[in-house]
């Protein structure tokens, strides 16, 4: 089975990998963090310079030069193509249904404080249980569902203070 996933580079190169592309990568690991790659018969000397592993960006030097890489997964894709971005959910005050399903588990009361990717609530669709987590720190509002509901894609489900 092949995953896919898109690479940025320094915000405006993006390129798709999968599995089995970057199986057939040439790059042998020489210390911590510090790699020979052969592309092309060109041979290049990369370091990972920094890194946010949560987040999926790395800072990498490539024969003495910068790029700021930022890896998504297939997971962050359908996350992207549902409407949501990594930036724009610190900011949300409600959480919405991201696709039809029923309210299986409640995991909030009003009032209280929750971390950023704490539990919210589960939320069942095609025999999947989806876990949707707190996108920021915060206290809750309200709650508009309850254990039961059927939530059709937009419905509001949770408001933050």
């Known amino acids: ?3 896919n996933f898109k690479v ?3 915000d405006t190169f993006e390129f798709d990998f999968n599995t089995e592309n970057t199986s057939k990568l040439d790059a042998v690991s020489v210390q911590k963090n510090k790699f020979h790659i052969l592309q092309d018969h060109i041979p290049y000397k990369a370091e990972i310079i920094f890194s946010e592993f949560n987040q ?3 800072t990498v030097k490539v024969n003495n030069s910068l790029y700021e890489v930022v890896i998504a997964n297939p997971l962050d894709i359908l996350i992207k193509d549902l409407g949501f971005e990594v930036g724009q959910s610190k900011v949300i005050k409600q959480l919405k249904a991201p696709m039809p399903g029923l309210i299986l588990e ?3 009361q009003v009032g209280q404080t929750v971390q950023e990717n704490d539990n919210l609530l589960i939320l069942t669709a095609m025999k999947m249980e989806n876990s949707l987590l ?3 720190d915060g206290v809750i509002k309200s709650i508009a569902v309850a254990v039961g509901d059927s939530v059709i894609k937009g419905d ?3 408001e933050f203070e």
């Open 134 to 136: 707190s996108p920021r």
């Open 56 to 58: 999926k960006k790395y």
């Open 8 to 10: 940025k580079v320094n």
């Open 1 to 3: 089975m092949s995953s």
């Open 156 to 158: 509001l489900l949770i």
């Open 106 to 108: 409640l995991n909030v």
